[in-house]
């Protein structure tokens, strides 16, 4: 009996989490102009989507972003994380804490205060502060998953290999970056998908020059959820799953 109180528990749990992604993906193919009656299986919405210059631009935008702030988190809190687990020096526990900060800080005063850090600088609002934004919304948790990689590593195998006569570079070279890889990867989509999905932040910082997908759909569905948002929404949604299961194939060569 408990068995199966687990397994209703364990299948609502999926159905509330994917079913409303089941919905916006079916609808996308909807006919009908109005998404309360379907119509019949059609793509001329995604076509529609296709044609929409202003949110292909959109798209590109947030790609760009995403990649490029996904890139430099990884980088910059990967070794964030080596600092803190592997080396002593001072400020290194404030250094432990502020990453522990950024990570409990709400988006709506992360991005009220590098507003005001470049409208200060006297910074023009695009590309470069949604850059410099979302990589400080990224770092953090790349670090602490960082960290909870290297909690379980075993300092001994740096040990063996340096008296075996590795450098220090080449014991990170072919000990440690392999054995952190997963988290380093899991790092990286983490901030892609924070970076894709960011609203509240993108809205402060970015300038009328350079529009982000997530604000233009915000912006969309203002006036109600019209097909091509649900068009746009379930593409989004393949590529974010073309490219989880792309990473787990790729870790899981790495370990065969």
Known sequence: MLR?????????TYAFFYVPLLVVFVYSFNSNKYTTAWGGFSLRWYKLLLDNTAI?????NSLLVAVSSATMATLVGGLAALSVKRYRFSGRNSMYAGLLM???SPDIVMGISLLILFIACKVELGFFTLFIAHTTLCTPFVALTVLARLAEF???LIEAARDLGA???GAFRHILLPLTAPA??????????????DVLISTFVTG???EVLPVKIYSMVKL??????????AIMFVLTLVLVLTAQAMLQGKKK
Do not use: I, Q
């Not at 109180?5 to 609502?12: E, F, N, P």
């Not at 990867?185 to 998908?193: D, E, K, M, Q, V």
């Not at 109600?224 to 929404?233: C, E, I, R, T, Y």
């Open 102 to 104: 950024l990570t409990l």
């Open 224 to 233: 109600g959820v019209k097909p091509d948002v649900n068009a746009l929404s």
């Open 184 to 197: 380093v990867a899991a790092g990286w989509l983490l901030s892609f998908t924070l970076s894709m999905d």
């Open 56 to 60: 292909m631009d959109a798209a590109l």
């Open 4 to 12: 199966v109180v687990r397994r209703c528990y364990m299948w609502l």
């Open 208 to 210: 009328p020059s350079f």
């Open 154 to 156: 075993d300092e001994h």
């Open 167 to 169: 450098s220090e570079a």
